[in-house]
């Protein structure tokens, strides 16, 4: 755990993709996999039910393999879940959502359906930063860099960690 958080902290301040006690560089989705999962980590919901942290995915099996890894964790000493969803009507299950390139063309219905709903949603995909995600991760010059619609979050009651917010590279 502590190492995963001494990475997650690395990388938010710009490190290229490597890590401390590490032989080489992570992988791309090892470091987006890290992000996602320490995102929850400094995010809080009204409830989370069941003592249950979901965190999903719809066509990323990639990033759920990488997720995957952090399963025996518990975030708020929840128990922790990783789920790829394919019926949409179940995406207010989850507490974070991952959105990918496959998913853009169904933003619009997307978002409808999380309206208002305390669900984190995270993207890599560039064009989805700034229309109702709510964090951003892109990389710039060889580093993960993220950036935070805080807006969307506050629409989902959903709080934001100033530990968070202050480690973006840009907060809206």
Same mark, same amino acid.
């Given at each position: 755990?502590?190492?995963?958080?001494?990475?997650?902290?690395?990388?938010?301040?710009?490190?290229?993709?490597?890590?401390?006690?590490?032989?080489?560089?992570?992988?791309?989705?090892?470091?987006?996999?890290?992000?996602? *999962?320490n995102f929850?980590?400094?995010?809080?919901?009204?409830?989370?039910?069941?003592?249950?942290?979901?965190?999903? !995915?719809?066509?990323?099996?990639?990033?759920?393999?990488?997720?995957?890894?952090f399963k025996?964790?518990?975030?708020?000493?929840?128990? =922790?879940?990783?789920?790829?969803?394919?019926? =949409?009507?179940?995406?207010?299950?989850?507490?974070?959502? *991952?959105?990918?390139?496959?998913?853009?063309?169904?933003?619009?219905?997307?978002?409808?359906?999380?309206?208002?709903?305390?669900?984190? !949603?995270? !993207?890599?995909?560039?064009?989805?930063?700034?229309k109702g995600?709510?964090?951003?991760?892109?990389?710039?010059?060889?580093?993960?860099?993220?950036?935070?619609?805080?807006?969307?979050?506050?629409?989902?009651?959903? *709080?934001?960690?100033?530990?968070?917010?202050?480690?973006?590279?840009?907060?809206?």
């Open positions: 755990m502590m190492r995963r958080l001494a990475c997650f902290i690395v990388a938010l301040i710009g490190l290229p993709f490597t890590s401390i006690g590490f032989a080489g560089p992570l992988p791309e989705y090892a470091m987006k996999a890290a992000f996602v *999962y929850t980590l400094f995010t809080q919901w009204p409830t989370l039910p069941n003592n249950t942290l979901r965190i999903c !995915t719809l066509e990323s099996d990639t990033l759920k393999h990488e997720l995957e890894k025996d964790n518990q975030p708020h000493g929840a128990t =922790l879940l990783i789920s790829r969803i394919s019926n =949409l009507d179940k995406i207010k299950e989850c507490q974070a959502l *991952y959105l990918s390139e496959e998913d853009k063309k169904r933003l619009p219905v997307i978002l409808a359906l999380l309206e208002n709903a305390p669900v984190l !949603t995270i !993207t890599d995909v560039p064009e989805l930063i700034g995600v709510m964090i951003g991760i892109k990389t710039e010059s060889k580093r993960i860099v993220f950036e935070v619609d805080t807006q969307a979050a506050k629409k989902s009651n959903l *709080y934001l960690s100033s530990k968070l917010l202050s480690l973006a590279k840009s907060v809206y």
